[in-house]
């Protein structure tokens, strides 16, 4: 019973996982961002609650810009060959940007993206 009793003052919670892994898998997908800021020892770390929306804005940017190309695909079906192009470079963009902030915060690095970073921060400190 000792060897678990210091296991949790070493991570800092019960749930084995310091602030660095638990910001860094709230990128994963949406879910775990979502579970991190209800979860009572993550929701109280800034660090976390900051990555944790950062990945909601960024995953909801997503998904709006995927749904706008979509849309302009349909309306103009001209534009197909055009839309498709721009869509896997503004795909590989939003990996490398993904990659970047999962990446930093594992790292413990507060990496804040242009508009997404500041919508998060102030989520953060509520």
Not at 32 to 60: E, G, M, N, T
Not at 107 to 126: F, N, S, T, W, Y
Request: hydrophobic share 60%.
């Amino acid at each position: 019973m000792s060897d678990l009793k210091s296991d949790v003052t070493l991570n800092g919670n019960s749930w084995g996982l310091s602030d660095n892994a638990a910001a860094g898998i709230a990128y994963i997908t949406i879910i775990p961002a979502i579970i991190f800021l209800i979860i009572d020892p993550f929701k109280k770390s800034p660090y976390v609650r900051f990555h944790a929306w950062q990945s909601i804005f960024f995953f909801v940017a997503w998904a709006v810009i995927n749904i706008l190309v979509g849309l302009v695909q349909h309306i103009v079906p001209s534009a197909v060959f055009l839309t498709l192009t721009a869509l896997q470079l503004v795909g590989l963009a939003i990996f490398i940007v993904w990659l970047i902030v999962f990446i930093g915060a594992f790292g413990g690095k507060q990496i804040k993206l242009p508009v997404i970073g500041d919508l998060a921060a102030r989520q953060a400190e509520r």
